[in-house]
């Protein structure tokens, strides 16, 4: 019986614990990904906001300027 062949709970361990860190380590490369992700969709959002009142003021001018120019052209179309 050679001494390669016995695993010592010590071994364990440690074979253990150099898995553990690199599941860690590419934990970590997933963590940071993700977070640069949630940055650029935080940035994008937050311009989308004053895009998004540009648009509602829009719609409200031309609303406004619909329902004015309506009774003009019925009074000039009408006759």
Do not use: C
């Not at 364990?12 to 940071?32: G, N, P, Q």
């Not at 906001?49 to 409200?60: K, P």
């Amino acid at each position: 019986m050679s001494l390669e062949a016995v695993n010592t709970p010590a071994q364990d361990t440690r074979d253990k614990v150099i898995r553990l860190e690199t599941e860690m380590a590419a934990m970590r490369s997933d963590v940071a990904k993700m977070a640069a992700k949630v940055d650029e969709l935080h940035t994008l959002l937050t311009q989308a906001r004053g895009a998004r009142w540009m648009l509602i003021a829009l719609v409200a001018i031309g609303s406004f300027m619909a329902a004015k120019v309506t009774p003009l052209v019925t009074y000039l179309f009408s006759k």
